[in-house]
């Protein structure tokens, strides 16, 4: 029988995990930070900003959110991320993308200081993933993947998984989360061939290649865990997956719908990032005060 996977549910696991971790901070008089920045006003991004902004406040996490207009140089914007890597009060940046044309948004990326990174796509943090290494941060969406597949108890190592799309924000990090806790993992994307016959070995398969419906209910394992990452707007305005929904249902043992499944868990896998990087500040700030203080007792 089907297991649906309740994204929507399961992100207000994490979010109420993130708020109660940031009311223990507040008991200490630290506040964590995330400063979301968003250039232009295309609409999209403008709800996207919106909702992020709310779902911060909510866990307790001090956001602002710097609007900025669409003819804003590079020079301005990486002289305010620069601010914001100066700002002890912000603690996680999150610039919106994509950026207006004119930007680039890799060189903006990479001015964004790795340790505030919450939406894990500096080089550094790409690095520390690739490594195996988990003290970085992790791309937000991908994470929450891992997350629905832990608190839905599908285990991740020996099993066989199929990731459908190679992009550096959900795919390549998503097989190296999957590779990280031991699972046997195979990257598909627009070459690849014969991808029926590929998905139909997976035990898990998550497909995130922004083409709707493109995997269909005879290309997966019966049984298989089924985590679809799209999100496209049909033509009727009908918000499908990259999985035919109808399709999958009779042969999946679970499945993420669309929306309610990975799309809520993308917010909240923010939230714990941000709180991750000031706890890690918080942590660090003491622990150069304790230094400090040692050093003056022996200096008494
Ligand atoms: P992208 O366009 O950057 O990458 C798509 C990938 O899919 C590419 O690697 C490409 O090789 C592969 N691909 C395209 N057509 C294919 C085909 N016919 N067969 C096999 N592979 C194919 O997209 P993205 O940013 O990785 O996003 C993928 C999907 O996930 C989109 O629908 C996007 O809206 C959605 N998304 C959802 C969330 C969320 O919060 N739920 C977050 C990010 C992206």
């Not at 109660?20 to 609409?43: C, K, S």
């Not at 602002?64 to 009060?89: C, F, G, H, K, M």
């Not at 597949?149 to 190679?166: C, F, K, M, T």
């Amino acid at each position: 029988m089907l297991r649906l996977l309740d994204g929507k549910a399961m992100a207000l696991t994490v979010r109420e995990r993130v708020r109660q971790a940031v009311q223990a901070l507040a008991r200490q008089g630290r506040t964590p930070g995330l400063a979301v920045v968003l250039v232009g006003d295309d609409p999209a991004s403008q709800v996207y900003v919106r909702n992020k902004d709310r779902a911060a406040r909510e866990a307790g996490i001090e956001a602002r959110t710097l609007l900025l207009a669409a003819s804003t140089r590079q020079v301005e914007l990486e002289a305010r991320i620069n601010e914001l890597n100066q700002d002890p009060s912000v603690h996680g940046i999150l610039v919106q993308l994509p950026l207006p044309s004119g930007l680039d948004a890799a060189r903006i990326v990479r001015a964004i200081d790795p340790a505030k990174d919450v939406d894990g796509l500096h080089p550094e943090n790409v690095a520390a993933l690739a490594m195996g290494d988990s003290t970085g941060l992790v791309p937000c969406t991908p994470a929450g993947c891992v997350e629905i597949l832990d608190q839905s108890q599908v285990p991740l190592a020996g099993s066989r998984v199929v990731v459908l799309g190679r992009s550096a924000l959900v795919g390549k990090p998503l097989a190296l989360l999957c590779l990280q806790r031991d699972a046997t993992v195979t990257i598909a994307h627009s070459k690849t061939l014969d991808l029926p016959q590929l998905c139909a070995q997976a035990d898990i398969l998550c497909a995130a290649v922004g083409r709707p419906e493109l995997v269909r209910g005879s290309w997966i394992r019966p049984g298989a865990c089924v985590i679809d990452v799209g999100i496209n707007r049909l033509a009727s305005g009908k918000l499908v997956g990259d999985v035919a929904f109808d399709e999958a249902r009779l042969v999946a043992g679970s499945l993420t719908p669309v929306p309610g499944g990975v799309g809520p868990m993308t917010i909240a896998m923010l939230l714990e990032n941000t709180l991750r990087a000031a706890q890690r500040s918080f942590a660090k700030r003491s622990g150069a005060t304790t230094q400090v203080a040692r050093a003056r007792q022996e200096r008494c």
